[in-house]
């Protein structure tokens, strides 16, 4: 199990909000019920083996690109835990307190 947070950029679309290629990108996730989620300001943390979360992040990727974008920054940042099971849940409490 592993959590894994992604930023899915578009660049040179022509305006400075993204809000329209952010929904394209969720949306993504909505196809896909198995893969948990959780929606921060500036990013989507996934939970999931790796083997299911690579083809979503690819996906994740690929839409802006299917609404026209000519170029796409994704940064993916992988917590792979081999020595206990890793959670959205379990990382946010170890540092609530």
């Known amino acids: 199990m592993a959590v894994v ?3 899915v950029v578009p660049l040179g679309t022509g305006g400075p909000s993204l809000s329209a290629y952010v929904k394209g990108v ?3 996730l909505e196809r896909h019920p198995e893969v948990k989620a959780l929606v921060g300001p500036n990013g989507t ?3 999931g ?3 299911e979360l690579w083809p979503v992040i ?5 839409a802006p690109f299917a ?4 170029r796409v920054l994704t940064l993916v940042n992988v917590d792979d835990r081999r ?4 959670t959205l849940e379990g990382k946010v409490a170890a540092v609530a307190g």
Request: charged letters at 30%; aromatic letters at 0%; zero cysteines.
């Open 26 to 28: 969720l949306s993504v």
């Open 45 to 47: 943390a996934l939970e």
């Open 58 to 62: 690819r996906e994740m990727h690929e």
């Open 83 to 86: 020595d206990k099971a890793v």
């Open 5 to 7: 947070e992604v930023t």
């Open 67 to 70: 609404v026209g974008v000519q």
């Open 49 to 51: 083996g790796l083997d």
